[in-house]
């Protein structure tokens, strides 16, 4: 099988996230949930993709669709399609599988994942992080990544 076929099966649907997360539970491996827009891919989230990847045996990775994007930072965005999103992150090879939504916050995909540790960039207090009570009433950790000083999307933009 070539690589872009092997990165384009690591999107999940609903439908073969099931199965997996069956097996998964069955091996009794630890699974990893962070989310973003990811809109222009840069240092900060390869960071905390990576030490979020570190802290179980499996990373998820739920991006907002166009439609959320668009809703959540305006008309102009995102810059790149859900899919070349998509795509892009699922060629890490430490991510397991990419999910997207539709919901403006992955609340719902939460809740069918019912991950082990729920993982956001420093920029978030543990209270204002959707989904953390769900995953700390489960035994579940919810932990916060320090930002890379000065990287993100709307900066790269405003350059």
């Given at each position: 099988?070539?690589?872009?076929?092997?990165?384009?099966?690591?999107?999940?649907?609903p439908h073969?996230?099931?199965?997996?997360?069956?097996?998964w539970r069955f091996k009794q491996y630890k699974i990893v949930f962070t989310n973003g827009c990811f809109d222009i891919l840069h240092i900060g989230h390869l960071e905390t993709l990576q030490k979020a990847a570190d802290l179980g045996d499996i990373l998820l990775v739920g991006i907002n669709t166009d439609a959320s994007v668009k809703r959540l930072k305006g008309e102009k965005r995102p810059i790149m399609t859900e899919n070349?999103?998509?795509?892009?992150?699922?060629?890490?090879?430490?991510?397991?599988?990419?999910?997207?939504?539709?919901?403006?916050?992955?609340?719902?995909?939460?809740k069918t994942i019912q991950p082990d540790v729920l993982v956001k960039g420093g920029d978030?207090?543990?209270?204002?992080?959707?989904?953390a009570d769900i995953v700390e009433?489960?035994?579940g950790q919810v932990i916060t990544i320090p930002l890379v000083p000065n990287i993100s999307t709307t900066?790269?933009?405003?350059q």
């Open positions: 099988m070539d690589k872009s076929t092997i990165t384009a099966q690591k999107i999940l649907t073969s996230l099931a199965s997996k997360l069956a097996y070349h999103r998509a795509l892009l992150l699922s060629a890490f090879y430490f991510v397991h599988h990419v999910l997207l939504f539709e919901e403006d916050t992955p609340l719902n995909l939460i978030y207090q543990k209270h204002e992080i959707v989904g009433q489960k035994g900066k790269i933009l405003n």
